[in-house]
């Protein structure tokens, strides 16, 4: 997109809510524009086998196009089903050697943030070393022993956020799914018990060392977005259509924080026609962009038409123009 600003520095002050160009634009791959983004040697989530943690993936299906995204695989096996075994079960080494080579060859830190990546930073891991029931029973009936669970995570996460701040990582990514889609899954009183501290404590290391903090997390966070700007959460993705008042949220903390998202995948971009999906990202941009804050994106990627994928690309890139005309 045209502009006086590099794609970097465009970004960057979308981000923080300085002037920026246009709204940079996620595409379906999960890239964006100014950005580089990393993430350790079998860290992610797998199409199947078992990764690091000793948690077994299946089902996954590879991307076959940019607008064919990736399918991520589901859990089949929970290695740390009864918290009794937490003293004994092997963690896995953030200081592992070899797991961080390469990530930076080839990039050209002049035109690009970099990213590095953390998947399932606090509560995604802890259930998907317990399995979603047995985690969600262990946070009301054994608090004690779940806040051990968790902090034994988060240790590891600081290590892997240390060494990406090593190789002056611009930006922490940590993707932790809070919410279904009309409650988060545990409750604020209970996620404020249990994860915020947690959250906190990885934020904190990643702000002392300069980067932004960069937080997905799916379905319902209205009653938390607060409490994420409190720890320190400098962009909020996705910010879910049909889960959150996104009005709401851009009048509130708007100011404080950079919102991507915006666009619809459950019906909109995957069920719509090219003509909605254009209605729908300007309606976005209209909503989200006025001030900067806002990086448009998907609620999720996953497959949608081509012609709608089309549509939103173009769409983003006509209306996403400072000043705005929507």
């Not at 051990?148 to 956020?161: F, H, K, P």
């Not at 990406?164 to 940590?174: E, S």
């Not at 903090?213 to 259509?241: A, K, N, T």
Request: hydrophobic share 40%; glycine share 10%.
């Amino acid at each position: 997109m045209g502009g006086n600003l590099s794609e970097k520095e465009n970004l960057l002050r979308a981000i923080t809510r300085n002037d920026p160009d246009h709204v940079p634009v996620r595409r379906l791959d999960g890239s964006i524009p100014g950005m580089v983004r990393v993430i350790y040697r079998d860290s992610r989530a797998l199409l199947s086998g078992t990764d690091r943690w000793g948690v077994t993936w299946a089902g996954g299906v590879a991307a076959s196009s940019e607008w064919d995204a990736e399918i991520q695989g589901y859990p089949v096996n929970h290695p740390l089903k009864d918290l009794t075994e937490l003293e004994t079960y092997p963690f896995p080494d953030p200081d592992e050697p070899g797991i961080m080579d390469g990530l930076l060859d080839g990039v050209d830190r002049a035109q690009a943030l970099v990213t590095g990546e953390i998947c399932f930073p606090v509560q995604d891991r802890a259930h998907l070393l317990m399995g979603l029931d047995n985690f969600c029973m262990a946070a009301v009936d054994q608090p004690d022993r779940v806040h051990d669970l968790l902090r034994r995570i988060a240790d590891y996460q600081i290590g892997i956020v240390r060494r990406y701040l090593g190789m002056k990582a611009d930006t922490i990514g940590g993707l932790d799914d809070y919410g279904g889609q009309r409650a988060l899954l545990l409750g604020p009183r209970l996620w404020r018990r249990l994860i915020k501290p947690e959250l906190a404590r990885i934020i904190q290391v990643a702000k002392a060392g300069g980067a932004f903090f960069w937080l997905h997390s799916c379905g319902r966070v209205m009653e938390i977005i607060p409490d994420l700007i409190e720890i320190g959460v400098d962009i909020l993705d996705p910010v879910q259509v049909h889960a959150n008042d996104q009005a709401e949220a851009k009048r509130l903390y708007g100011d404080k924080i950079c919102f991507m998202g915006g666009i619809d995948t459950q019906h909109l971009l995957s069920l719509g026609t090219p003509e909605e999906v254009t209605t729908g990202v300007r309606d976005c941009i209209r909503l989200l962009a006025p001030g900067g804050g806002h990086i448009l994106a998907p609620d999720t990627l996953i497959p949608v038409p081509p012609a709608n994928y089309r549509a939103y690309l173009a769409a983003g890139e006509r209306y996403g123009k400072y000043p705005l005309e929507v």
